[in-house]
């Protein structure tokens, strides 16, 4: 099994995160051809995205779908809760991050020369941001994690995409708050923060991020 693709995506954090708490040791490596447009990668994934996962010579991509193709053929241990509710509320939170947090992003990338910010789209895109966690903290169930008291893959999903928002968005180059700020959501990341399975894959992604920004602020 090869996973492709950076840490510092959220997306490969959630999946290398998932492998963690699931026992494997799951690293990412570079995509073939060295980019996500080669044709090498593009031929194991015509997505062009990261992650892809390749089995035995077939590759297929999109995050989750890697956490479940995991969860399916890994079974000693499970990375969701027993209980069919409760696994419920995990893949929810995995799927707002997804489908409402996730999609808040991309007006902050576009946005973040103060210059020439459309200051209208950014505030929006705030307020959305801000009732997307709000949609997240109502998914999860009893604490401290997003249910229960080990990690499943709502954290993996919500815990590096929280990272990218404190540091890119909320870390004062926008005026936005911080979204870990109500007592559930601060008691998540606590949990979160003192999990060894988690707090490596987090500290991994964090660095490779802070190394892109650096990269990406140098280009500009
Ligand atoms: N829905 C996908 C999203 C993956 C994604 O957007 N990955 C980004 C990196 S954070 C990417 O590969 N972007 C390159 C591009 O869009 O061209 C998943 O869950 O895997």
């Given at each position: 099994m090869k996973l492709y693709g950076s840490i510092a995506s959220p997306y490969v954090a959630r999946v290398v995160m998932y492998a963690?708490?699931?026992g494997i040791d799951l690293p990412a490596q570079e995509t073939p051809g060295g980019s996500l447009k080669s044709p090498?990668?593009?031929?194991?994934?015509?997505?062009?995205?990261?992650?892809?996962?390749?089995?035995?010579?077939?590759?297929?991509?999109?995050?989750?779908?890697?956490?479940?193709?995991?969860?399916d053929t890994q079974t000693a241990k499970s990375g969701l809760?027993?209980?069919?509710?409760?696994?419920?509320r995990t893949r929810l939170v995995a799927r707002?991050?997804?489908?409402?947090?996730?999609?808040?992003?991309?007006?902050f990338f576009r946005n973040l020369n103060p210059a020439t910010r459309d200051a209208a789209a950014v505030e929006?895109?705030?307020?959305?941001?801000?009732?997307?966690?709000?949609?997240?903290?109502?998914?999860?169930?009893?604490?401290?994690?997003?249910?229960?008291?080990?990690?499943?893959l709502g954290d993996c999903a919500l815990a590096p995409t929280t990272v990218l928002v404190?540091?890119?968005?909320?870390?004062?180059?926008?005026?936005?708050a911080d979204p870990v700020s109500t007592?559930?959501?601060?008691a998540w990341w606590q949990a979160v923060e003192g999990n060894a399975d988690c707090n490596g894959v987090l500290a991994a992604?964090?660095?490779?991020?802070?190394?892109?920004?650096?990269?990406m602020a140098g280009r500009r």
């Open positions: 963690k708490i699931k090498e990668y593009l031929k194991l994934n015509p997505i062009g995205k990261v992650p892809a996962l390749e089995v035995n010579g077939q590759a297929f991509g999109e995050s989750t779908i890697i956490c479940d193709y995991l969860e809760p027993k209980d069919p509710l409760d696994r419920a707002i991050v997804d489908l409402y947090i996730a999609q808040q992003l991309g007006p929006a895109a705030g307020k959305e941001l801000a009732k997307a966690y709000g949609y997240a903290e109502h998914a999860m169930g009893p604490g401290p994690f997003c249910v229960g008291a080990a990690p499943t404190r540091k890119i968005i909320a870390g004062g180059k926008f005026d936005v007592p559930r959501l601060k992604h964090t660095a490779a991020l802070e190394a892109f920004l650096k990269t």
